[in-house]
């Protein structure tokens, strides 16, 4: 069991780590013994359409504390850092101390470090981004954005892209006019779990079995007739594997790989954000100690 620091009471707690690292069963914890509310800080579980496959909290959890920001948000929304800081605003006014949990590292840094207040992007624009192949649109950034973005995640250089597009200037020029954070990391007490790689192998694995077993398809069956690849509500990981298990294109095996690698890749590209980005954060490593 991992040891917790001295929480005051009165601060809010954060608490960051990677996919099936056990943050939110800590955050529960927290919650249960000092009292709380559990905050979502994860951008695939605020969409109302997925509680098994983004591991949301079971009903039965969400019995044991107060949970905000979880499934709130339909499929057909998008949904963006800057949506998730207004939404959590009034959870932060003092009248409960919020436990905000979740692997979304950009959710964290517009709290603690500031957002820039980038226009939206005009639908019409949007619309053209989202056939684009992923390529074009990093062709299409600016040479500091690009260096400051994963050029892998398709959400990130989307909406840099468009950015450039719609004002003319680069994400990182917006960036650059930060307005100070709404929660400094030195008001809060900030938590990441450190989880090791290959701790975290055996623990996925476990999780998409676990997913499967509880699920999984029936919730993506379910959704399929308005299957679109362009609204990040079906990005979550194991949406489009099992999409496509159930459309004929992947034996259940194959998709169960799929979604094993999509998964460990996603928590290697968390781990690096954590360690280059949380490095004031209290790191606590998961695996117990012989």
Partial sequence: MIALPEIPPD???LVAGATASGKS???????AEQGGV????DASQVYDCWRIITARPSVEEEAQAKHCLYGHVSWQQTYS???WLRDVLPLLDGSQRPIIVGGTGLYFAAMTEGMAQVPETPTGLRAEADKMPLEDLVAGLDVESAARIDL???ARVQRAWEVRQATGRGLAAWQADTPPPVLPVSEATC???DAPKDWLEPRIRLRINQMLDTGALEEVREMLPFFNESLPAFRAIGVPELAKYLGGDLTLDAARERIAIATRQYAKRQRTWFRARMGGWHRFDPVPQV
């Fill in 81 to 83: 850092a800057g949506d």
């Fill in 152 to 154: 892998q995640n398709r």
């Fill in 38 to 41: 559990v905050v979502n800080a």
């Fill in 11 to 13: 601060r809010p707690v």
């Fill in 25 to 31: 069963s800590l955050a529960l914890r927290i919650a």
């Fill in 191 to 193: 938590i990441l779990i």
